[in-house]
């Protein structure tokens, strides 16, 4: 996906809260792979290190040349001592980090003291969920971005990106392919893809 189709608005309120020494963001959104290239993209453009960490594969550096903590740190807790640790100026994405501080007193007040101390440094957390809200511990911490669903640039793309596959064959005059991309606004990126690829699939071709 094009990152330059990527929303204006998000990185502009993320380079706002950013500049401001908000410490600890979070944002609710299922659509986690176009958030993190989004992310990626506005921080390789800004010279900024972009860290990512989840269950399941743990640290990763998704911008910048930041050495990953060692040894790398699995646990709750213990990720949040290595970021306390951490001197660069970047973002750190936890991704699903609400599955970690559900009756999780100690792992809440640990992030707090995290970025209660990061105020007046150059590095934040993002947490990424499917759905809030954040603990009532965090809630004068945290900043809340909205992260819009795709707009009509980014459909666009997915939809060319469909037709350029073998054997489509696309009947579609501009207005028409204007329509389609309208009916499909409010949808997720990878809703969009299945009703896109659906009409194909039914009939190969995307027609009025």
Same mark, same amino acid.
């Given at each position: 996906?094009?990152? /330059?189709?990527?929303?204006?608005? @998000? ?15 979070? #944002?609710?959104? #299922?659509?986690? /792979? ?14 900024? %290190? ?7 594969? @743990? ?19 213990? #990720? ?7 001197? @660069? ?16 007193? =100690? ?13 007046? %440094?150059?590095?934040? #957390? ?34 060319? =990106? ?33 009703? @896109? ?12």
């Amino acid at each position: 996906m094009r990152q /330059e189709v990527a929303s204006l608005d @998000f990185i502009n309120e993320l380079e706002l809260a950013l500049r401001s020494r908000c410490t600890l963001l979070w #944002v609710a959104t #299922v659509e986690e /792979e176009r958030l993190i290239e989004a992310l990626a993209a506005d921080c390789a453009a800004k010279k900024r %290190t972009l860290l990512l960490w989840d269950h399941a594969d @743990f640290f990763q550096i998704l911008a910048g040349e930041h050495a990953l903590p060692s040894p790398m740190p699995k646990d709750p807790l213990s #990720v949040l001592e290595a970021i306390e640790k951490m001197s @660069f100026s970047g973002l750190v994405v936890l991704r699903d980090f609400h599955q970690c501080w559900h009756n999780q007193p =100690r792992v809440v007040r640990k992030l707090r003291n995290v970025v209660q101390k990061m105020k007046y %440094t150059r590095l934040s #957390v993002l947490v990424s969920m499917p759905a809030g809200p954040v603990p009532p511990e965090l809630r004068d911490e945290a900043v809340q971005l909205e992260f819009p669903p795709p707009g009509t640039a980014e459909l666009d793309d997915i939809l060319q =990106r469909l037709l350029a596959g073998p054997n489509v064959r696309a009947d579609l005059t501009p207005e028409a392919r204007e329509r389609a991309l309208t009916a499909a606004l409010g949808l997720s990126a990878n809703q969009a893809l299945r009703v @896109f690829a659906k009409a194909i699939v039914s009939e190969g071709v995307l027609d009025e």
